[in-house]
Structure formats: C-alpha cells, structure tokens
C-alpha cells in the first residue's frame, strides 16, 4: 500500500490550493484518513480527518477556511484550503488507517510542500 501526496506549491497569502492524496496497492477500505503537516522547527500536527462515512474534524487554525474530502471509489482525499496564511506554510502529509486482505494498518504518504508567501 502507498499514498501518494500531490498539489502543494508556493501561493500568496489569501490564495488557495487544493491538495490531493491517492492511496495505491491491494486495498480492501480506507478507513480514516488525515491530512498532518509540519512547520519548519515544530512538531507534526492534524490538520483535518475524515471518515470512511465522511464525518470530518478540523484543528482550530484551520476551521472555515480548509475542507477535507474524499472519493472512496477513487481511494482518493483532498484538502481544499482557501484564505492561505503564512502560518500555514508546512509539509503537509495525508495518512490514512487502510484494510487490506491481511489487516488494518496506518500508512503515511510521503509530504508535499506547501509555501504561503508574498
């Protein structure tokens, strides 16, 4: 099993970006999945979740402003994030809790990097 991260990039404050997650291999579900990301110096942190029934949750930063997604069909999750900050420059990285025909296991993707600057 492998997730692959896309769609990071370098945006103005006040922009928006859409990231987007692909998870790959012999996948039976994709349970819960996240978006986390990591500031230069500082520690991992949840972003936002989203469950296999689409129930979400967001940290406080990031409410009203980022929507996670998903389309299971296309064992894929996204990350629209509008009204960007600096702040909210990261290594973002999707994780996802995938059942497999041996079992339930946490996976993480690789990072994709997300700039907010002028």
């Known amino acids: 099993v492998q997730l692959q991260a896309s769609g990071g990039g370098l945006v103005q404050p006040g922009g928006s970006l859409r990231l987007s997650c692909v998870a790959s291999g012999n996948i039976v579900s994709i349970n819960f999945a996240n978006w986390y990301r990591q500031a230069p110096g500082r520690q991992r942190e949840l972003v936002a979740g989203i469950s296999i029934g689409g129930s979400t949750n967001y940290a406080d930063s990031v409410k009203g402003r980022f929507t996670i997604s998903r389309d299971n069909a296309k064992r894929m999750v996204y990350l629209q994030m509008n009204s960007l900050k600096p702040e909210d420059t990261a290594v973002y990285y999707c994780?996802?809790?995938?059942?497999?025909?041996?079992?339930?296991?946490?996976?993480w993707g690789q990072g994709t990097l997300v700039t907010v600057s002028s």
């Open positions: 994780n996802a809790d995938v059942a497999t025909w041996t079992g339930l296991r946490n996976y």
